[in-house]
């Protein structure tokens, strides 16, 4: 699990640039960068051919020949299309690419920009195959999806514009205008930690950041792994404090298909075992946070999982 403290602090001080953290397929024209992540995907494992179970969604997938995630084209540091070679890159679109290459033996993704609200209904109505975007497990959210995972684990924290004062913790909130995404756990932490806030949501991480910079709130609540890649894109954008939630991410799976998240549970294990989920860290969110990639949250090991 990453030090949230560590990643509070990365926000203040100077990090690096976006190029470092590529995240490409073999398919991709070479830029600057760009070798680092095509290595991880060349050394990413293939299942078994007796793994993909006739009739199962593992063998629909191959057939099609691309896995179709559900995800962003907006989020540094975890899954950001490269204005240069279109390539999508990131923590989160790694690992899409890696379960890609494990089912079909190629990384062939075709992301489906998706939003908090619309991903329960892109799952269910088997738009997408599986959602990597931060996906916090919720015993509620598990009623209408399958989590795997959680392969991540973060935790809410605070934004403001830089300068602001007087906002460090949750409870400082209250008398404030507090900017949310819609459908996120950050609506219920509000109003169990700061009940006289004024809670003002939008439906998207982009639009929320907007929203910040033209004073249409005090202050952003949203997970720390964004708000550290928002803070390294913008500078007049600062995280204060420390995390007051701990968020695991799962892996977002069309309810009621076990064979699936075993399937995906068990490639989980394999590349948390032979190194492969530690370097996809390295590559990506670790370009911004110092020390040693994080031990993997154990899988199954929260409510909803």
Not at 33 to 47: H, M, R, T, Y
Not at 113 to 126: I, K, P
Not at 177 to 186: D, L, Q, R, S
Request: net charge negative; aromatic share 6%; proline share 7%.
């Amino acid at each position: 699990m990453v030090s949230m403290k560590r990643l509070a602090a990365v926000a203040a001080v100077s990090m690096l640039g976006l190029s470092a953290c590529a995240g490409t397929d073999s398919a991709s024209p070479a830029v600057p960068g760009e070798a680092k992540g095509n290595d991880l995907i060349a050394s990413a494992p293939v299942a078994a051919a007796a793994d993909i179970l006739p009739g199962s969604t593992m063998e629909k997938i191959k057939q099609r020949g691309e896995l179709i995630v559900g995800g962003s084209l907006d989020a540094p540091l975890l899954s950001q299309q490269n204005p240069t070679t279109g390539e999508v890159e990131g923590f989160d679109a790694d690992m899409g690419k890696a379960l890609a290459k494990f089912i079909i033996g190629e990384p062939k993704v075709k992301i489906v920009n998706s939003a908090s609200e619309t991903r329960e209904a892109l799952l269910s109505n088997g738009t997408v195959d599986v959602v990597f975007q931060t996906y916090t497990i919720t015993p509620e959210r598990a009623e209408q999806v399958a989590f795997a995972g959680p392969y991540y684990s973060s935790g809410l924290s605070l934004a403001v514009r830089k300068g602001t004062t007087g906002i460090t913790k949750p409870e400082d909130l209250n008398g404030k205008t507090v900017i949310a995404g819609a459908n996120t756990p950050a609506v219920s932490a509000i109003k169990k930690l700061a009940p006289q806030a004024k809670i003002v949501t939008f439906g998207s991480d982009p639009e929320c950041m907007q929203a910040l910079k033209q004073e249409r709130g005090d202050a952003y609540v949203q997970d720390e792994t964004l708000l550290v890649a928002n803070a390294q894109k913008d500078p007049s954008v600062q995280v204060v404090g420390s995390p007051f939630t701990e968020d695991p991410y799962g892996i977002g799976l069309k309810h009621g298909d076990d064979q699936f998240k075993k399937f995906v549970n068990d490639w989980l294990k394999k590349i948390q075992a032979d190194g492969l989920w530690q370097k996809t860290w390295k590559n990506s969110l670790g370009t911004v946070v110092q020390g040693e990639a994080p031990t993997p949250p154990q899988i199954g090991s929260v409510p909803g999982s």
